[in-house]
């Protein structure tokens, strides 16, 4: 049982460029998210998905899109990459109640 | 506006004393919080769980209060131990409105010196 993995780790994108990152899942889980954390800032929500071909934006879903064409894979969409978006971002899964988190992907924006 | 809220970023305890994390939630819906635990480089981590329908949950080193009249929760962990050292995050939810995305406070970083 692997639980959530990410694609890629790290990343460094310029200015413009667009990229995706993959979440997986193997828990069967119904729901999946993506969150970033910037220092100071916690951990905020961008979109979410309550199941299969469903997404729904979350607090600062500003920027990026998302899919969620399999119920076992989450993808997080830049389409032109800024600075602002230099965080790292964290997808998660759940069932209920408690979430299970991917170990994160740290992007630098230049 | 936060709905939850940790007040303090960071925390330091000796050794073997104990660490109380406290957060505060504005939402009166909210009825399911959470904790979880952080590692640098690492995913959070689920520690534990409490329903409004109590007022506290236990495991191990690890208790959480719920004072639902003043809209508060705590964690304590009895006796802190240098591998604590962590941030943790508060989150709650509204569960009875729906299977509600958590909202999760900014965290603290606890420091555990030996």
């Known amino acids: 049982n692997a639980g959530v993995t990410q694609t890629p780790k790290f990343r460094v994108l310029k200015t413009g460029q667009s990229m995706t990152l993959l979440c997986a899942q193997d828990?069967?889980?119904?729901?999946m998210y993506w969150y970033r954390q910037d220092p100071g800032m916690g951990l905020r929500l961008i979109h979410y998905?309550?199941?299969?071909?469903?997404?729904a934006k979350g607090e600062v879903p500003d920027g990026y899109n998302v899919s969620r064409l399999k119920k076992q894979n989450f993808l997080l969409g830049l389409e032109s990459a800024a600075p602002s978006q230099t965080s790292v971002y964290f997808c998660?899964?759940?069932?209920?109640?408690?979430?299970?988190f991917g170990p994160g992907t740290r992007l630098t924006v230049l | 506006d936060q709905q939850v809220k940790q007040n303090s970023p960071s925390l330091s305890v000796q050794e073997g004393r104990i660490s109380i994390l406290n957060c505060d939630y504005t939402?009166?819906?909210?009825?399911?919080f959470l904790w979880y635990k952080k590692y640098p480089a690492e995913g959070p981590t689920f520690l534990i769980s409490?329903?409004?329908?109590?007022d506290k949950n236990e495991d191990g080193r690890f208790t959480v209060f719920l004072n639902k009249s003043a809209k508060h929760l705590s964690l304590h962990i009895v006796p802190s131990q240098p591998g604590d050292s962590a941030v943790y995050f508060c989150?709650?939810?509204?569960?009875?409105?729906?299977?509600?995305?958590?909202?999760f406070g900014k965290g603290t970083r606890l420091s555990v010196i030996a």
């Open positions: 998660a899964s759940s069932q209920v109640n408690e979430q299970f």
């Open positions: 989150a709650a939810s509204a569960l009875n409105s729906g299977n509600t995305p958590l909202v």
């Open positions: 998905s309550v199941g299969e071909g469903t997404t």
């Open positions: 939402n009166s819906m909210f009825d399911y």
């Open positions: 828990m069967n889980h119904e729901y």
């Open positions: 409490i329903s409004s329908i109590k």
